[in-house]
């Protein structure tokens, strides 16, 4: 890493560092997510979704494009896992009331209840591997990600 940021240098060198450690973490993360995830029947990109559906605000219903913004996937890939979703039972399609062509996702009794064992499950485990970080850091860790995956958004 050191060598790469002295190779490009000055300001473009901290880019760099960001890019490699942002790149590094997210990896880290997917990997820790698919094994955190081992047991409960759902893939990363199925529990991503699902807890989407799940945990969106009642009166604010997702389409599969508001999804796919979410999951950060293809139109393509988010139409699959709602369809593997749908088919387990954990999301319906319903039909938007203001507007007739569009339909939105909304998450059936079970979904919900595997989203929130899902999610108590992985909170857990994600605390306990952060037991090193104290709630400030946790805090502007947070922040920092949320603050990068909205700029990111962007473009």
């Known amino acids: ?75 393509g890939g988010t139409a699959k896992t709602i369809q593997r979703l749908v088919e387990r039972g954990l999301v319906r399609r319903v039909a938007d009331p203001d507007d007739g062509r569009r339909t939105l996702l909304e998450a059936t009794g079970p979904g919900r209840r595997t989203a929130d064992r899902v999610a108590t499950g992985l909170f857990s485990r994600l605390d306990a591997d952060l037991a090193g970080l104290d709630v400030a850091e946790r805090k502007a860790l947070r922040d920092a990600l949320r603050r990068l995956a909205g700029v990111l958004a962007r473009g």
């Open 1 to 75: 890493m050191g060598r790469l940021a002295g190779a490009v240098g000055g300001p473009v060198g901290s880019t760099a560092g960001l890019l490699v450690w942002s790149y590094v973490a997210g990896r880290q993360l997917d990997t820790w997510l698919a094994e955190a995830l081992d047991g409960t029947g759902l893939a990363t990109s199925d529990y991503v979704a699902l807890a989407g559906v799940a945990y969106a605000a009642e009166d604010d219903l997702l389409s599969a494009g508001d999804l796919a913004d979410w999951v950060v996937q293809t139109s």
